[in-house]
């Protein structure tokens, strides 16, 4: 400290008077080093007097400094000014006379909270307004037919549409073991290849040859993980020459008409149960909409009224499998009763057990008895 303080080399060498020896600590020494006194540096002013310090020296300070106040520090902890200090400070003075303000308790304001809010919503409704992903395979699912329709659902608001592939392209054929197919490229070569962007989707829609084919493979290979499905024309839901176990836990939703060609020699009720066959006796998250003046392309007007409903019934099944979308349901008959629509929406309860509604008729309504078939009857 010498270099900074030119009297502090000078003050050291001054023999100090005898003092008590104490513990070290900073309240110690404290103790020992007295009241601290205000010193006032510059302005041609003497340096207050020490204990057997001569008076006749001067700081340099003032020269230095250009006869500014400089504030001196310490190296013992700064102690409570003098009565006569406190109040020689106008500042001190009135700090001395103000009372202590009282403690007031905290209030809360309801303005922050209600800004919260609005400005962060709460999970329920992000997950509502969250975009979902719809990967559609574009070989069987009339993506050329029923363009306009797909284009309208990629701007709905709540989607996020994605062609996997196309229609009439090298693969866009069946397997070698298939009747009149061929090796790869096929649609199964073609189903692993997008294997991984099908994955990533939050739900599928294939069509016709798709369903048949595309679907099965991912089943086989990632099993209940692919994502949720609206399978147009039920190609996994009939007999093929490759045999895929339906997965227990797989959510789907099959789109039937009674003018497809898939259909075959069969009646309405054979078409409908033998499709109710292929799904698996445990599962309880597939549902069924068999329209009667269906076509195996599906009109466009049928189209871009069910897909969406049907979308948001696979979307809501996914999370729950316990649980069915009632909700969602209801909007679709809702949506297909002021239409010349007419045929049955079938979907699963419970395991084995089938819950059938017909539209299309004045008097019908999802909150009525449903008409359940045993497992020995609808589903195995």
Known sequence: LAPLFPFWKHRSSIQQPERRK??????????????????AVGMHQ???SWPHRPTSRTSSFGSERGAKLVRARSVTPIRELPSMARAASPFHASMARAPSPPAFARQRSPYPLRQQRHSSPCPS?????????????????????????????????????RLLGQSRAAYDRYPEYWP????????????SEVASAAMRADCLVVGSRGGQVVLPKLWQEFGAAVPPAVIINGGCAMKIPETVAWPEKAVTFLLLGGKDHFRSNMSSE?????????????????????????????????????????????LAWAPLASS?????????????????????????????????????????????????????????
């Open 22 to 39: 104490t513990k070290v600590g900073h309240s110690n020494m404290a103790a020992a080093a007295g009241p601290m006194r205000p010193v």
């Open 180 to 191: 009149q197919g061929a090796p790869a490229p096929n649609l199964r070569s073609f189903a």
């Open 270 to 314: 054979q078409y409908v149960a033998n499709a109710k066959q292929h799904v698996h006796i445990g599962n309880r998250t597939t549902a069924i909409l068999f329209v009667n003046e269906m076509s195996h392309m599906p009109q466009a007007q049928l189209l871009s009224a069910v897909l969406p409903h049907m979308l948001r019934t696979c």
């Open 46 to 48: 003497p340096l207050p």
């Open 324 to 380: 069915t979308p009632l909700r969602e349901l209801k909007a679709l008959l809702e949506a297909l009763q002021g239409s010349h629509w007419t045929g049955r929406l079938l979907f699963t309860g419970a395991p084995g057990i089938w819950q059938e509604v017909p539209f299309g008729q004045r008097n019908t309504l999802l909150g009525r008895r449903h008409r359940e078939v045993a497992a020995m009857k609808g589903g195995a």
């Open 125 to 161: 409704s992000r997950r509502e307004q969250a975009t979902k992903t719809i990967a559609v395979i574009a070989p069987g699912a009339g993506t050329n037919t029923n363009g306009n329709v797909f284009s309208e659902l990629g701007r709905s608001p709540g989607f996020s549409l």
